[in-house]
């Protein structure tokens, strides 16, 4: 009674939020829209704010890319402000993992010699490390310095030992983030937070494996950047998987019931985007259908910010291959709809 | 053991009428209460609908009002009991 009791305001008030979300229906438009024609619609929609608001800074593909950000940020810390208790707890678990995506983009950005403006382009503050925190530690000079600056973040343990490997300390950084936020699921006893992790760790290992089978990496190599924890595919799935080559992989993952999202492309496993979107696209979908079977949990605040996330990414797909001229067809394939 | 037979009867009477009073009260209070349970997680909800979208006061007050059926029941009872027995 009083676990469902305690989710039903923020429940409604996300399910509201959703439904103010761009409808799937819009995306074949937008590929047929011209660039500023977009934008007006974005600046019409729920975006309108972010985009007056940096209009004045930014303009063309820049401010759309910044009002993206920023409108998600804005959005997630919206939903840690209106939540209590356990949800607000899970949510705030849930939405570092935008702190190791600004963390590696910093570093990133700093070991490529981007300039702190390319580097401000791409992060979004929606996790715990506010805007001005990562103003500050953008305009220092050195990757050890920016190091250096995450010192009193409970991250600075994944970055310390760096030396000059960055594939490295972003595993360190994913591999924390997960084992840190499946012990505070496992601390609140919320089994289904636990069951949509394990299936988004699943996920996020299978297009690694994917990926790192396409470039033809040593088993030993890719067990080390897999995450433990997964749902179906259990420590001993990875090992087998990591050690087959390609098509005996890719036959061995029809055991799966992550098989089914992909199966129709089986013949064409030569685009990792069709797979990766499909992927996402399953993960879409999934964290949808539970939503609905545990309609008073926290399932549907995760739903959320997943679709919240793909809309974003899809507008910014549609906009970046508007740009650079890209065929419709490609743009579609990388779209999650 | 009291003899039935010395006891007042109107005294029978208003003790009878008393039971009924408590009975009546016990029917309004526990209906009140399994309403006021059931309106909680509803209302809760109903003011996160409205707080993203004003569109949501009709629909929410509608929600929220219907388990108050069950206090109304309870109402029933009582009147049944005060005004019947």
Redesign the interface.
Known sequence: ?GS??KY??????V???K??LIPKEMYPKFLNMEIPEITRFIGESEYKNDVEELGKKYSGTDLFEHALNQNLALTYRKLIE?SQNEANFLITEYLRSWDIWNIKTIIRGKFSGAKEEEILEDLVSAGHLGYRDLLEIIKVGTIEGVIAAFERTPYYPALVGFKGNLAEIENNLDRMYYSNIIKAAEDTGNKLFLKFLRTEIDLKNLKMLFRMKRAGMERDEINKLLIPGGMELKANDLTRLSSLAFPEFVRALEEYSYWKAIADISSEFTSLINIETRLDKYGLVYASRISYYYP?SVLPILDYILSKKIEVDNLRIIVRGKETALPEDIIKAHLVM | MVDASVVDPALVAANAKGMIAIGAGIAVGLAGIGAA?GE???G??????M???EK?FGKGLLMTVIPESIAIFGLVVALILLFVF
Do not use: P, S
Request: charged share 15%; aromatic share 6%.
């Open positions: 009674m469902t009791v039903a305001y923020i429940v409604a008030r399910r509201a939020m439904g103010k209106v008073l | 349970l909680q997680a509803i809760a909800a109903a003011v996160g609908a707080a993203e979208d949501f």
